[in-house]
């Protein structure tokens, strides 16, 4: 199933901060900041990766169940959302 790229342009961003965030983590162990700033900061990150995996998700539901072209049924939707629990 393609995703349309204008629809998923919020998770882009979220994906592209969430970028910038990880750099800003690797930078910070590199300079020897304090553990909990730097934790703080990773699961700041891994939350943004779960949300934009969600909202990819939540998009390609939507276009199985109004487009219904058949190339993914309801096994491969529940292994993909299960992949991010």
């Not at 690797?26 to 700033?37: A, I, S, W």
């Not at 730097?38 to 949300?51: M, P």
Request: proline residues 2%; glycine residues 6%; aromatic residues 2%.
């Amino acid at each position: 199933m393609q995703l349309d790229p204008t629809e998923l342009t919020p998770v882009i961003n979220r994906l592209k901060r969430a970028q910038g965030q990880l750099t800003a983590v690797t930078r910070m162990l590199e300079e020897g900041q304090d553990c909990k700033d730097i934790v703080t900061q990773l699961a700041a990150v891994s939350k943004a990766l779960d949300r934009a995996g969600f909202a990819i998700i939540a998009t390609g539901l939507e276009q199985c169940l109004t487009q219904k072209d058949g190339s993914m049924d309801k096994k491969d939707l529940e292994k993909l959302f299960l992949s991010l629990a």
